[in-house]
């Protein structure tokens, strides 16, 4: 079973700006999980398309039920290949992301496609696709749920980094606010006080069974 998400989003840029921004994106204060990357693969195929394979390490937090079923150096750590082919003909970018380390626990493909708004050339248009598959029996929903809530956070976050990459192309100085600061690690602390109070629950019924 797959659980599928699609969602549009718009960059006040123009498609020239968001291209060269996509590649200049790491670092930001946004990405601080992002640790390297590293281009693989890149052509220019006859027609003049750019098409280019990186491998992303990024860290990566597994909740605490699902530990055990990983080795304990990579319950902390992600790999992610990046396919992008970029057409400066029909103006479009297109990329293709998905995880190699614990595929097999949950499995998340994105796909985004980066085009010129229709209505108003100067911005740039995006839909994001995304599908959470999981092989662990019995509880394929709650990993696709919890696929599904940390994807909508790093969808918020790497817009907001192509924010911050594009103002400082345009010239700005864009920074973090405190209150945006403070915030984020209140929802980071809440999120992992939610994930304890989970495992403490689960523990105890199993206990209450023995």
Same mark, same amino acid.
């Given at each position: 079973m797959v659980k599928y998400y699609c969602c549009a989003g718009m960059l006040k840029s123009s498609w020239d700006q968001v291209c060269v921004a996509f590649w200049q994106r790491y670092p930001n204060p946004y990405s601080n999980h992002v640790l390297t990357e590293d281009i693989i693969f890149r052509e220019v195929t006859p027609t003049n398309c750019l098409v280019s394979r990186r491998l992303l390490t990024k860290t990566s937090r597994a909740p605490r039920w699902m530990e055990p079923y990983l080795p304990k150096q990579m319950s902390s750590s992600a790999y992610i290949i990046e396919d992008s082919i970029v057409?400066?003909?029909k103006r479009t970018m297109?990329?293709?992301t998905w995880n190699i380390s614990h595929a097999r626990l949950m499995s998340v493909e994105e796909r985004c496609k980066y085009y010129i708004n229709p209505e108003n050339g100067?911005?740039?248009?995006? =839909?994001r696709e995304a599908w959470i598959s999981t092989t662990i029996y019995g509880l394929s929903r709650a990993v696709q749920e919890f696929g599904l809530r940390r994807f909508k956070n790093s969808v918020t976050k790497t817009? =907001?980094?192509f924010e911050y990459v594009l103002a400082k192309m345009h010239g700005e100085t864009p920074s973090r606010t405190l209150t945006e600061t403070a915030t984020e690690r209140a929802r980071e602390t809440a999120l992992a006080a939610k994930e304890k109070a989970k495992d403490l629950a689960s523990q105890a019924q199993k206990k209450q069974y023995v």
């Open positions: 057409d400066p003909q297109t990329t293709l100067s911005c740039t248009e995006i =839909k817009m =907001k980094g």
